[in-house]
């Protein structure tokens, strides 16, 4: 098993920056690709971006392109996600989730190959 526990969430005014992390633990040799989604209120979850745990490619929707940034921290098993110039439409639950090897391609932003999932974190943006 893994677990992942999102932090960083929060409320900030259009334009501003956030930075999430996803600290996991347990059987984290097991991952390959870990991923941040996001589901806003009515809507379905959609991928943001992903990062292969091994290479370090990385992966961006076209809507948040140019503006976030995937990393990781190998040593401390951590992901994180700097997010800039927010705007109201980035305003959703962020999830941190992983993959595990052989269960799906990490640049496909395909729901059903994440097989553990965070309990996610607030990310709220006014105008």
């Known amino acids: 098993q893994v677990q992942l526990v999102e932090s960083g969430g929060g409320s900030v005014q259009a334009g501003g920056s956030l930075r999430l992390s996803c600290a996991a633990s347990g059987y984290t040799y097991t991952t390959y690709c870990m991923g941040w989604f996001r589901q806003a209120p009515g809507k379905g979850r959609e991928g943001v971006a992903s990062i292969n745990r091994g290479g370090g490619s990385t992966y961006y929707a076209d809507s948040v392109k140019g503006r976030f940034t995937i990393s990781q921290d190998k040593a401390k098993n951590a992901v994180y996600l700097q997010m800039n110039s927010l705007k109201p439409e980035d305003t959703a639950m962020y999830y941190c989730?992983?993959?595990?090897w052989g269960g799906g391609y990490c640049d496909q932003f395909n729901v059903y190959n994440y097989k553990y999932w965070g309990q996610g974190t607030q990310v709220t943006v006014s105008s």
């Open positions: 989730a992983a993959i595990v």
